[in-house]
């Protein structure tokens, strides 16, 4: 299993990006995508969770991200996305991408994108 995170990169408060995460090795459409952050100044931190998108269409985002970010998918091409729009630098973080299969627990992890917002 292959969860592949792109598109981070360094932007100015207020400006917009936008994140994906292809998936090799899993039935994508069965799988429930999230997207996950963890600042780097704080690796004992757990990661907190920032959008999901079940399997079935159902949609949930952190409070601070509402308004603002938009998760998405593709099953055709096994892809999860994440459009980050205003960004503040307290969205500053390693944003990783999930994949959780909820009738048996399982899941699995990118290895992360780091997203830097400058003041």
């Known amino acids: 299993v292959q969860l592949v995170e792109s598109g981070g990169g360094l932007v100015q408060a207020g400006e917009s990006l936008g994140l994906s995460c292809a998936a090799s090795g899993i039935t994508f459409s069965l799988y429930d995508m999230g997207w996950y952050r963890q600042a780097p100044q704080a690796p004992g931190k757990q990661r907190e969770l920032?959008?999901?998108?079940?399997?079935?269409?159902?949609?949930n985002y952190a409070d601070s991200v509402k308004g603002r970010f938009t998760i998405s998918r593709d099953n055709a091409k096994n892809t999860v996305y994440l459009r980050m729009n205003s960004l503040k630098p307290e969205d500053s973080a390693v944003y990783y991408c999930?994949?959780?299969?909820?009738?048996?627990?399982?899941?699995?992890w990118g290895k992360g994108t780091l997203v830097t917002v400058s003041s």
């Open positions: 999930n994949a959780h299969r909820a009738v048996s627990g399982i899941d699995h």
């Open positions: 920032v959008a999901v998108l079940t399997s079935g269409g159902s949609r």
